[in-house]
């Protein structure tokens, strides 16, 4: 069982930066993958970023490529994403998971634990 506490977020004016926070309980924070999700009101949502157990290989969504990045501190339990250059389209709930099969991916079946949200605006 994980339970992941997110952190981060807010309003920023277009072009900025923010940096998300993911801390997770338990002691086998190491053996997920992790990922980020974002979802806007009547849409399903969509894969951020993701990245491997030892933090090894990272993949993006194209939209965010270049722009955020993905990171983990497995001493500290905690994952993040840095975002920078934000947009107005980058407005979003943003949610951090878990994957207990070590493998990351885009689908959101695949992940097991989530966060609980944490809401991003961009002003234009």
């Known amino acids: 069982q994980v339970q992941l506490v997110q952190s981060g977020g807010g309003l920023v004016q277009a072009g900025g930066s923010l940096r998300l926070s993911c801390a997770a309980s338990?002691?086998?924070?190491?053996?997920?993958?992790m990922g980020w999700f974002r979802q806007t009101p009547g849409k399903e949502r969509d894969f951020v970023a993701a990245?491997?157990?030892?933090?090894?290989?990272?993949a993006y969504a194209d939209s965010v490529k270049g722009r955020f990045t993905i990171s983990r501190d497995n001493a500290k339990n905690t994952v993040y994403l840095q975002m920078n250059s934000l947009k107005p389209e980058d407005t979003a709930v943003y949610y951090c998971?878990?994957?207990?099969?070590?493998?990351?991916?885009?689908?959101?079946?695949?992940?097991?634990?989530w966060g609980q949200g944490t809401q991003v605006t961009v002003s234009s």
């Open positions: 990245i491997t157990r030892s933090a090894g290989v990272a």
């Open positions: 338990g002691r086998a924070f190491s053996s997920y993958a």
């Open positions: 998971a878990a994957d207990a099969d070590g493998i990351p991916t885009r689908r959101t079946d695949d992940y097991n634990y």
